[in-house]
């Protein structure tokens, strides 16, 4: 783990191919000295090193800094109740390693084992001892305390209470840490994404399930006990005995709604895939179905947009991100009507721009936030 000021200027060398110490000293307003210790003490441990000279009008030259983003590797995976994504990368986030497949539902003793292969088998085929590893990052579907980061609830993957991370970190020899996915892919989204450089975001992820995310001040807000963001709970009518409610316990009352799962359920016959659901040709009833469900989507995004006035709100998951236009067709009128106009007028919507492995970056992120400070 790096210390605070360690962290940052890392940061700023990352940020700023080609600062010198002297930039750094000026831009945090401290002395040179200070700076150069902890510049030598980054290249000790491989994460910077010296690029080049640049002449100076007057003076010394100045000595280039660079960051070494193959120093170490972080390990991220999206765990789902049906799909298991895994990633390694590089500290800029570039991926070496990619793969990805569906999954039987798995126990949870099922589970740590899969990761567990799956994790050592990638590390063993790129050839990268555990030395070289900073951390494991777990994107999952479910609420996680924010602090120990125990998985409080995760019904899809049969999930309560548990410590997953310290149950894999004891398993694999290495640090782990397991975030809420839906909070993962928004980290992804603002750090490389569609919100890089904004600091106020909405994020809706429409999958299987129904979750958001929100960006206040360029952080994500976990909430105090880890439970902000939980979309697919919201209530947009207290009736819960209408015909288009999905008879799923588990799942919220919006999501119940409209959500893939949700949908499937009611097309079982057809047995669609999530993402298909806006290509589905049944009958009239579905369809009015799922433009019903679309209205509360709508009801519930303008409750958030009323009391977080975002800068802009980010669309994603599988069905939003493949159904962007028609979500957005649907949803922007019945916005526009029940919005007052000072907030309509600045609706400011986005298609999430990273649609593979958006979950698992988000966790890699992560673990370099809470492994190494970045």
């Not at 410590?163 to 993962?184: G, P, Y």
């Amino acid at each position: 783990m790096l210390t605070e000021l360690e962290a940052t200027i890392l940061r700023l060398i990352r940020d700023n191919p080609g600062i010198s110490r002297l930039d750094i000293a000026r831009k945090l307003s401290i002395s040179k000295p200070l700076v150069t210790n902890v510049v030598a003490r980054l290249i000790k441990r491989g994460l910077v090193v010296e690029s080049g000279t640049r002449k100076m009008p007057a003076g010394r030259p100045k000595v280039s800094l660079k960051f070494v983003p193959d120093a170490w590797y972080c390990v991220g995976i999206e765990l789902e109740e049906r799909y298991f994504e895994l990633i390694v990368t590089d500290l800029s986030g570039r991926i070496v390693h990619s793969e990805q497949e569906k999954i039987d539902s798995l126990q949870k003793d099922q589970l740590i084992d899969l990761c567990q292969e799956r994790v050592e088998r990638s590390l063993e085929k790129n050839s990268l001892p555990k030395e070289k590893i900073l951390g494991v990052g777990i994107g999952i579907a479910g609420m996680v305390d924010p602090t120990s980061r125990v998985v409080r609830t995760a019904p899809a993957l049969g999930l309560t209470n548990f410590d997953l991370a310290s149950v894999l970190t004891e398993r694999l020899n290495l640090n782990v840490i397991v975030v809420n996915r839906v909070k993962a892919a928004a980290l992804a989204e603002h750090r490389v994404g569609a919100a890089k450089g904004a600091q106020n975001v909405l994020f809706v992820f429409i999958d299987s399930g129904l979750g958001s995310a929100v960006l206040l001040n360029g952080k994500i807000y976990e909430g105090f006990h880890g439970k902000a963001g939980e979309f697919g709970w919201m209530v947009t009518d207290l009736d819960r005995s209408e015909p288009e409610l999905c008879e799923i316990e588990d799942f919220g009352h919006l999501a119940r709604r409209f959500s893939g799962h949700a949908i499937t359920i009611r097309l079982k016959d057809a047995k669609v895939n999530v993402e298909d659901i806006f290509d589905v040709q049944i009958d009239g009833k579905f369809e009015c179905l799922l433009i019903s469900g679309l209205r509360h989507v709508a009801a519930a995004l303008a409750n958030a947009i009323l009391l977080f006035d975002p800068q802009q709100i980010v669309i994603k998951g599988r069905i939003g991100h493949k159904h962007y236009e028609r979500i957005v067709e649907l949803m922007m009128p019945i916005l526009k009507q029940i919005l007052p106009p000072q907030f309509h007028e600045n609706l400011n919507l986005h298609k999430g721009l990273i649609e593979d492995f958006d979950v698992a970056l988000g966790a890699v992120f992560t673990a370099q936030q809470r492994f190494m400070g970045l």
